[in-house]
């Protein structure tokens, strides 16, 4: 068990240092530091084509499948207003994203995490 403890404490550490990643909060893709609808509609705008590129794509997707899709509107709109399913963490604080193997998201900048 030590042995265990001793690798998971490795791989955070080394999670944690890569330069790669920025703390943010899944689902906040307004960047205002919280999940609101307007998270919901600058998803939409975005996988429609009506917005550019965000600064953290991570933030925007919702249900960590590694694609940015409609679902990931869905997925929120239902957490905010029929009791679904909460977006995958980083969601109730700042963290990082803690599934990257495989996910050609990336998050360059998430402003209310750098305060």
Do not use: H, W
């Not at 001793?6 to 703390?23: C, F, M, R």
């Not at 600058?42 to 409609?70: E, Q």
């Not at 957490?79 to 803690?98: I, K, N, R, S, V």
């Amino acid at each position: 068990e030590v042995l265990r403890m001793l690798a998971v404490d490795s791989y955070i550490e080394t999670l944690i240092g890569d330069p790669n990643q920025v703390p943010f909060r899944r689902g906040d893709a307004a960047a205002d530091g919280r999940a609101t609808i307007s998270d919901a509609v600058a998803i939409l705008k975005y996988v429609t084509g009506r917005d550019t590129a965000p600064g953290c794509a991570k933030a925007l997707d919702t249900n960590d499948d590694g694609r940015l899709d409609i679902a990931d509107a869905v997925q929120l709109l239902g957490y905010l207003f029929t009791g679904g399913m909460p977006p995958a963490e980083p969601f109730a604080a700042c963290g990082l994203d803690q599934t990257t193997l495989g996910d050609p998201l990336t998050c360059g900048a998430y402003a209310p995490c750098a305060r």
